[in-house]
């Protein structure tokens, strides 16, 4: 039974590189917490997310300042080598979004119901056509359009609605390269939402949970809400919106994907909850070995066990695995025992053995 209902084809865009629907990967998304126009900070954040398996990150541009360190943002990861996809994200004032765009950002997020009147998002959807960008509507529960609320009140419905308004409004410009986001802080309406859209239109949509909280909340809400969207078959890219580093978006994301199916990325590590015939700092250990393997390629799954009695045996599928003891473990290879390792080498065994692992 598939996990995964199949993928209605959403209409494709290009951002930078990067394709958006049209059947091509789900893609995972950020955003950087940094102040933009702070150029090293900005750039050193973005590598970081890039490392961890960002395909494309947003910025916050709030100001003239912002919108023109774009072009020297992207300038300094193309000398790192690095090829990422730079979204410029554009509240109220117009002027900002074409600046941005004029600057070299990739695509432009935007809500037309604040960007004000109809000649200002003609500006900017003619904008961003002449320089073959895509626009990101971004549609908020807590920002909808007045006369909207009066009618339907903040619900998915309503957003659905502002949602469709927007999307004519920009076709009606004579501009189509349009995605979608619908977010609200709760599950409930943020599935409903997308569910309703994604009868409507053929748009890709961007999904998330919006300001979804810390750690434990923010991750909560994000599997189960992304998780059930996507379960349906529904969306084309993802952010898992977190008050932490948005490394850690990065990290949710895509162990959401990996959940549901629908891609790979990097080792896959499975480690018991422990009990009390651990004798080893296994959250310690657990911690090290994911920290180490965040920017790995190999597609392989990593087993880190409490206790040498059931270990092997709990972790048989497991590429590699390993399994403390007191003061001594073992490293084990699909099941089978290969060696005893002294405890205190337990993790600088696995990550060397992970190394030189042949798939």
Not at 148 to 169: L, P
């Amino acid at each position: 039974m598939a996990l995964v209902k199949e993928r209605p084809t959403t209409r494709q865009v290009s951002v930078g590189s990067v394709k958006v629907g049209g059947g091509a990967p789900v893609v995972v998304q950020s955003m950087t917490n940094t102040y933009t126009h702070d150029i090293g900070a900005t750039v050193t954040q973005i590598q970081r997310l890039y490392d961890a398996g960002c395909e494309i990150v947003r910025v916050a541009v709030p100001d003239m300042e912002a919108a023109h360190a774009i072009g020297k943002i992207k300038k300094a990861l193309a000398l790192k080598g690095t090829d990422i996809p730079v979204i410029a994200d554009i509240h109220f004032d117009y002027r900002l979004a074409v600046a941005s765009a004029e600057a070299g950002a990739d695509a432009l997020r935007i809500n037309p119901g604040n960007i004000g009147e109809r000649w200002k998002i003609k500006a900017v959807a003619d904008c961003a056509k002449s320089l073959n960008l895509p626009i990101r509507v971004g549609v908020n529960s807590g920002s909808l359009e007045k006369d909207i609320v009066e009618k339907m009140g903040s619900t998915a419905r309503a957003m659905t609605e502002s949602a469709m308004r927007n999307i004519r409004t920009l076709e009606e410009l004579g501009f189509s390269d349009i995605k979608i986001s619908l977010k609200a802080s709760d599950v409930a309406r943020t599935v409903e939402a997308y569910r309703l859209i994604s009868t409507m239109t053929d748009v890709p949509l961007h999904v998330g949970v919006t300001e979804a909280g810390g750690l434990y909340a923010g991750i909560t809400k994000s599997a189960i809400g992304i998780g059930m969207i996507l379960a349906d078959g529904i969306g084309d890219t993802i952010r898992v919106s977190l008050t932490r580093d948005p490394v850690e978006e990065v990290r949710v994301g895509w162990e959401i994907l990996r959940a549901l199916g629908l891609r790979r990325r990097g080792p896959e590590i499975i480690s018991c909850p422990t009990c009390g015939r651990c004798r080893i700092n296994l959250f310690d250990i657990a911690s090290k070995v994911e920290e180490a393997l965040l920017s790995s390629p190999l597609t392989i799954k990593v087993a880190i066990m409490g206790c040498v009695v059931n270990g092997p045996g709990e972790a048989k599928e497991a590429d590699i695995g390993i399994a403390g003891g007191d003061g001594i473990g073992i490293l084990f290879k699909k099941g089978v025992v290969v060696k005893k390792v002294p405890q205190k080498d337990l993790v600088e065994t696995l990550l060397e053995e992970i190394e030189n692992y042949q798939q």
